[in-house]
Antibody, heavy 115, light 108 residues
Framework: EVQLVESGGGLVQPGGSLRLSCAASGFTFSSHWMHWVRQVPGKGLVWVSRINSDGTTTTYADSVKGRFTISRDDAQNTVSLQMNNLRVEDTAMYFC????????WGQGTLVTVSS | SYVLTQPPSVSVAPGKTASITCGGDNIEAKSVHWCQQKPGQAPLLVIYYDNDRPSGVPERFSGSNSGNTATLTINRVEAGDEADYYCQAWDIASDHWVFGGGTKLTVL
């Protein structure tokens, strides 16, 4: 059974940093693209970033480029999202998602950016 | 950047057919995928590559993609189908994944 478990969310002040992690199991992690998608409560889904299976290719939404960094550790079956210079508008639930198409989703971790 | 447009809401009576559209410029040239999200839950993929169903998704769910519109069709709608539905596609020009704004399906 595919499982994706996010962690690392919380309350942070504007300009601060957070590192989200996603622990994956139930599939061959090193064979799949991984993504982060976010959702403001009550609003729609917004794609944030992706990383390819060997970690050599990363892509970012324009709204986070230069501030967020996605990475993966295939030995630990984890994918991470380092978020720097956080803004109030980054407040959202962040989902870790497997594959292309995006076929399995974690339950999400909530990030709140507020003073 | 590429834009996918969905109606905010669709209502349907139980047992009837629901059609949820996803509009985009020449969307037929892209592969469109659909996910379902119930309140408080993570999204669930229900259709991929226009009209394939993951295992466990009822045959009542189907998809099509032609011209500038992709469509998710749910036959014999049940109360349990009430959810938000999102279309998604990869835009090769921007190398970004794009989601539609989502459609809230209400079962009357």
């Amino acid at each position: 059974e595919v499982q994706l478990v996010e962690s690392g969310g919380g309350l942070v002040q504007p300009g601060g940093s957070l590192r989200l992690s996603c622990a994956a199991s139930g599939f061959t992690f090193s064979s799949h693209w991984m993504h982060w998608v976010r959702q403001v409560p009550g609003k729609g889904l917004v794609w944030v970033s992706r990383i390819n299976s060997d970690g050599t290719t990363t892509t970012y939404a324009d709204s986070v480029k230069g501030r967020f960094t996605i990475s993966r550790d295939d030995a630990q079956n984890t994918v991470s999202l380092q978020m720097n210079n956080l803004r109030v508008e980054d407040t959202a639930m962040y989902f870790c998602v497997k594959g292309e198409p995006l076929d399995y989703w974690g339950q999400g971790t909530l990030v709140t950016v507020s003073s | 950047s590429y834009v996918l447009t969905q109606p905010p809401s669709v209502s349907v009576a139980p047992g009837k057919t629901a059609s949820i559209t996803c509009g985009g410029d020449n969307i037929e040239a892209k592969s469109v995928h659909w996910c379902q999200q119930k309140p408080g839950q993570a999204p669930l993929l229900v259709i991929y590559y226009d009209n394939d169903r993951p295992s466990g998704v009822p045959e009542r769910f189907s998809g099509s993609n032609s011209g500038n519109t992709a469509t998710l069709t749910i036959n014999r709608v049940e109360a349990g189908d009430e959810a938000d539905y999102y279309c998604q596609a990869w835009d090769i020009a921007s190398d970004h994944w794009v989601f539609g704004g989502g459609t809230k399906l209400t079962v009357l």
